[in-house]
């Protein structure tokens, strides 16, 4: 399985890399937060550390440490625009609950 990113994801991150030239790719994973057990940890990254997994989708490098993996894997990562509202959605076929405020959400691992 991989990571992928859709075409308006990758492009919206390639701008955020073209803006700071020190960076090589996006950084995914997850942190414990909310009620739900998890919430997604998304920053551009300089680094590719010895433990992580680095996957290239539309010529962007997402990087995943190994605790996170599991939790992600499979996702795809979409940016949507909608009236005057941009945010990236994450397509995660491990989650099977989230929270009602959409912060957190628990997988099957």
Known sequence: MSITLTDSAAQQVQSYIDKDSVKIGLRFG??????SGFAYVVELTDTVDADDQ???????????????LPYVE?????????????????????VTASCGCGESFTTKH
């Open 30 to 35: 997850v942190r414990t937060s909310g009620c």
């Open 54 to 68: 680095v996957f290239e989708s539309n010529g962007i490098k997402v990087i995943v440490n190994s605790e996170s």
């Open 74 to 94: 499979g996702t795809e990562i979409d940016y949507t625009r909608e009236n005057l509202s941009e945010t990236f959605v994450f397509h995660n076929p491990n």
